[in-house]
């Protein structure tokens, strides 16, 4: 785990937390917006750990793997092929 660096304001002692630019893609962006207004205490967790990112890209992964999933089995099972576009 990174060493989290602290900057002071006052008579305080803030964490100076940065994120890392990434890209996320729709999947990722509507968990990042889901955590932001409906569960604001488990992303100021990750993101006080720095572990926000690797979260989102994991469950970016895995909403990307289970949409492969579901359209190869749509096209299976309705007959979908290149011809029909």
């Known amino acids: 785990m990174k060493e989290i660096e602290y ?8 964490p100076n937390l940065k994120v890392e630019e990434m890209h996320l893609n729709r999947f990722g962006r ?15 967790k990750l993101l006080s750990k720095n ?12 909403a ?8 190869e ?4 099972k309705w007959n979908v092929t290149e011809e029909l576009k």
């Not at 089995?73 to 299976?76: D, L, N």
Request: proline share 0%.
């Open 7 to 14: 900057i002071q304001v006052g008579d305080y002692q803030l």
């Open 51 to 62: 572990e926000l990112n690797d979260y989102l890209l994991k469950v970016q992964k895995e």
């Open 73 to 76: 089995e749509y096209k299976t």
């Open 30 to 44: 509507a968990k990042l917006d889901y955590l932001k207004k409906h569960d604001y205490l488990l992303y100021f």
């Open 64 to 71: 990307d793997d289970l949409y492969d999933r579901l359209v």
